[in-house]
């Protein structure tokens, strides 16, 4: 893949043998985001667990003290008193059935977080295909799928992300933008590997976090030393 000037120019100031701590590498990602849009910056983390073993899943959810930077769509499906809860907590999109079978005969996805009372996931469990290899799936262990769909919708609105990790052993997560500056990211960073390090899986042997790189959309990755953390 052939790489343009700008990119060629961000990868002679950074060390790829070297982990830099993160508040450096945070510097760098900025310093290097030449992009003409404000590019967003995503962190990749390989876990030293086996996914294919139910004891050694890592997945969560937590709030990052300065957002992500985007504007979240958040749609709510419950009834009566609680869905009025989650319209007034600002919930885009609020409904139960109606919202279920425009998903299934529309195919409309115009939402990035799905919010659901445990009483409605009988009917949401309907649209694990759809929703399942989008990543949208409400589940208790994101905090999507509770009885308190208010305090849900506004963690989400205030930066709620949610990690999870995938075939390959990786946690793709973003932590802002690269307009935030290095101070900000850096501290959405520590946010959210305290959260990936508490979520560590009582069966998981050996080194927990194996590497971890942090990168900006259009930028080159930083190798970030998790040494720190001693897991």
């Known amino acids: 893949m052939k790489h343009g000037k700008k990119y060629q120019d961000s990868v ?4 790829h043998l070297n982990q830099y701590d993160p508040d450096q590498a945070a510097q760098l990602v900025v310093s290097t985001g030449k992009a003409k849009f404000d590019e967003t910056v995503e962190v990749s983390i390989r876990l030293g667990v086996d996914p294919r073993h139910a004891d050694q899943q890592v997945r969560g959810a937590v709030v990052l003290p300065h957002g992500t930077g985007r504007s979240i769509r958040v749609l709510v ?3 009566g008193a609680k869905a009025d809860e989650a319209r007034a907590a600002g919930a885009d999109y ?7 079978t425009k998903i299934q ?3 409309w996805f115009d939402f990035d977080v799905v919010v659901a009372t445990p009483d409605m996931m009988g009917i949401v469990g309907r649209l694990g295909k759809l929703l399942g290899p989008k990543g949208l799936m409400p589940s208790p262990k994101a905090g999507t799928v509770t009885p308190d769909v208010a305090k849900a919708v506004k963690e989400v609105k205030a930066g709620k992300v949610e990690y999870r990790l995938d075939k390959t052993n990786i946690i793709h997560c973003p932590i802002g933008k690269a307009s935030f500056g290095a101070e900000k990211l850096t501290q959405n960073f520590e946010t959210l590997m305290e959260a990936i390090v508490k979520a560590k899986p009582s069966a998981a042997k050996g080194t927990y976090l194996k590497s971890c790189t942090v990168t900006s959309t259009m930028g080159v990755g930083v190798r970030v030393s998790t040494n720190k953390y001693g897991v």
């Open 105 to 107: 005969t529309e195919n």
């Open 12 to 15: 002679k100031l950074i060390d």
């Open 94 to 100: 609020v409904g139960d059935q109606d919202m279920i």
């Open 77 to 79: 499906i419950a009834k």
